[in-house]
């Protein structure tokens, strides 16, 4: 099982300059955040990071697929992602980790655990609309796209058939000024 730990980068042995590191993330990786929504997971995790003498520079990018069920028919499908995120570390008197962008570590510490904005950029990177691509292109058979097909209203066709005539005459008055 991925543990968060595997996630913390030794930054105090590093000469400054460019550093990469490289991960690949799975399911397990999710499960420790106790985070269900994804079937399956294969996610390729590049780090930079850049030691400056005052602060660090990290950057994730991300690319890969996750299997998620689709909203409408609740078959499984692999949904590409690629997710990208900033993040600068600075060095202060306390922990403070309420900036997205920035994150404050105390003078001593000698490294810097990543997995929670990973999770999150990660978590974010997948469409808030889950829809198959089946359902988009027309390929996917589904009992359930055939039932709502059948229970989709009928409403544009009952308005071209059939018309009150009383409410004919109103149509009349109306104008464009």
């Given at each position: 099982?991925?543990?968060?730990q595997e996630f913390?980068i030794?930054f ?6 460019k550093?990469?590191f490289?991960?690949n993330?799975?399911n ?11 079937n399956?997971?294969?996610i390729d995790?590049?780090v930079?990071l850049d030691r400056?003498?005052t602060?660090?520079?990290?950057e994730m ?11 409408l028919t609740?078959?499984?499908f692999d949904q590409e992602?690629?997710?990208f ?6 060095f202060?008197e306390f922990?403070?980790?309420e900036?997205?962008?920035?994150l404050?570590?105390p ?5 810097v655990?990543i ?19 089946g359902?988009?292109?027309?390929s996917?058979?589904s009992d359930v796209?055939?039932?709502l097909?059948?229970?989709r209203?009928q409403?544009?066709k009952?308005n071209?058939?059939?018309t009150d005539p009383?409410w004919?005459a109103?149509?009349?008055l109306?104008?464009?000024?």
């Amino acid at each position: 099982m991925m543990k968060k730990q595997e996630f913390t980068i030794p930054f105090a042995g590093l000469k400054p300059g460019k550093h990469e590191f490289g991960f690949n993330i799975d399911n397990t990786f999710f499960e420790a955040f106790e985070y269900a929504e994804f079937n399956d997971a294969s996610i390729d995790l590049t780090v930079l990071l850049d030691r400056l003498p005052t602060m660090l520079e990290i950057e994730m990018a991300a690319t890969g697929t996750v299997n998620i069920d689709c909203d409408l028919t609740s078959e499984p499908f692999d949904q590409e992602i690629e997710a990208f995120l900033k993040l600068v570390v600075k060095f202060g008197e306390f922990y403070n980790d309420e900036d997205d962008e920035i994150l404050i570590i105390p003078h001593g510490e000698h490294q810097v655990n990543i997995a929670q904005y990973v999770y999150e950029m990660l978590v974010l990177a997948v469409p808030l609309k889950r829809v198959h691509p089946g359902v988009l292109d027309g390929s996917l058979q589904s009992d359930v796209l055939e039932k709502l097909e059948e229970l989709r209203p009928q409403t544009a066709k009952r308005n071209t058939e059939e018309t009150d005539p009383r409410w004919d005459a109103l149509k009349d008055l109306k104008t464009d000024k």
